[in-house]
């Protein structure tokens, strides 16, 4: 192995290939740099053996992810791996465009958006486990954080919790990515699994079709650039229902609401620096919390726009 360049700088030379660096990771020490045809992680060897072993999990089971090239140790104190190159561009870039362009996802890129989606859930079948963990789902949906932040909403968070758990008792559960959206789903597959964990099945599949709901098109700092239409949206579950079906799997639409908030308290979460989209989740969520609560209509609250 050969380096000439210190971890960290714009471009690295390693094992005689040239990469640029993308990116540090925000919440640990992993560098991330982009090869010819490959992607190049650098970072403490506790961190990527597991993401590693996790990686060698999801294309065992057929996941559309990176397969993994070439693993080792990086210098004196850090390792590396090195894993094929999924595309340039995620689709959320495509579908931008189409929405800039034609007001709407262009049938071309919706029907990409939903292939590997599919392909995703096909491979999820496979990993089932008999239960979850209640911290696990407290965790990925960001419940104590929440209630730190928002202590008068504690009554309606753990409310919300006691009856979700209650319905998803003896729901299959799977591999939920928990942060899959059109970010992180790419031409050839699916990135960024870092918050994955056990889940109710169908979370993440739920929360990819309503995700543009989070956000807002017109009031805040960071704004949704992209949606899809309600012609698309019934599509994207009628699909994803049947595909259910057929591996005798429940259908997905019907446990969209109750995923919904689970995501929508996360987002709300740790957003003190977008004061704007903060105080219209906010509300959002207080409303959902209600309906769902009182056994109302919480899908339309969903689909409100902010």
């Not at 698309?232 to 997905?252: G, H, M, V, W």
Request: hydrophobic fraction near 40%.
């Amino acid at each position: 192995m050969r380096k000439n360049k210190m971890l960290g700088e714009e471009t690295l030379t390693f094992n005689d290939r040239r990469f640029v660096l993308i990116k540090k990771r925000y919440y640990d020490d992993v560098y991330i740099y982009k090869g010819e045809n490959e992607i190049l992680r650098i970072g403490p060897k506790s961190i990527l053996e597991k993401e590693i072993e996790f990686q060698k999990y999801l294309t065992e089971n057929d996941f559309p992810v990176a397969k993994i090239y070439e693993e080792g140790e990086f210098g004196d104190s850090l390792y590396f791996f090195s894993e094929e190159f999924l595309g340039e561009k995620p689709l959320v870039d495509l579908i931008v465009e189409d929405c800039e362009k034609l007001s709407e996802v262009s049938s071309e890129n919706f029907e990409k958006f939903l292939t590997i989606t599919e392909k995703y859930l096909r491979a999820k079948f496979k990993t089932v486990k008999k239960e979850f963990s209640v911290e696990d789902i407290r965790i990925a949906m960001h419940v104590d954080v929440a209630v730190e932040e928002f202590p008068e909403l504690k009554e309606k968070l753990e409310s919300f919790f006691g009856k979700f758990l209650f319905k998803f008792k003896d729901h299959p559960v799977t591999i939920e990515h928990n942060d899959l959206n059109a970010y992180n789903i790419l031409e050839k597959g699916v990135i960024d699994f870092e918050g994955a964990f056990f889940g109710p099945f169908g979370y993440d599949i739920c929360v990819n079709g309503l995700h543009q709901f989070g956000w807002s098109k017109t009031k805040s700092e960071r704004l949704i650039k992209y949606h899809l239409t309600p012609a698309q949206i019934d599509t994207y579950f009628s699909r994803l229902d049947a595909l259910c079906i057929e591996n005798n799997f429940p259908k997905l639409s019907p446990l969209a609401p109750d995923f919904y908030i689970g995501r929508m308290i996360y987002h709300l979460t740790r957003m003190q620096d977008f004061p704007i989209i903060r105080a219209l989740r906010y509300e959002k969520l207080n409303k959902m919390l209600d309906a769902y609560i009182s056994d109302t209509d919480v899908m339309s609250v969903i689909k409100t726009e902010m």
